[in-house]
């Protein structure tokens, strides 16, 4: 079985940091382009980031400078180090597969993907 499970999530205060993980179970994350997403109530899917499958990144410039994806050595899980949070960032964070070795264009991130995780809420506050 394939699947996607993102964790990390948690409630902070401005200025604080999380680390969210997307772990990947029937497949490794290697191979595929890996995209992070978030969704704030009332509000559309945005794509942040992205990870191709030789480990070059792009993120967007709402979280640029801020956020870092990684890839573990098993090639198993993607992380997301999100630091210098704002109330802004305040969402349920996805994670997805985006089918194609490298990332496709900002606007069509998650268009093609064919597998996502449950999500994870973070939440900044103070």
């Known amino acids: 079985q394939k699947q996607l499970v993102e964790s990390g999530g948690g409630s902070v205060q401005p200025g604080g940091s999380l680390r969210l993980s997307c772990a990947a179970s029937g497949f490794s994350l290697d191979l595929y382009a890996t995209g992070w997403f978030r969704q704030a109530p009332g509000k559309e899917r945005e794509g942040i980031s992205c990870?191709?499958?030789?480990?070059?990144?792009w993120y967007s410039d709402s979280v640029k400078g801020r956020f870092t994806l990684s890839r573990d050595n098993d090639k198993t899980t993607v992380y997301l180090q999100m630091n210098s949070l704002k109330p802004g960032d305040t969402a349920v964070y996805y994670c997805a597969r985006e089918r194609m070795e490298v990332c496709p264009a900002p606007q069509a991130m998650g268009v093609m993907a064919d597998y996502w995780g449950q999500g994870t809420q973070v939440t900044v506050s103070s």
């Open positions: 990870i191709n499958s030789d480990d070059s990144t």
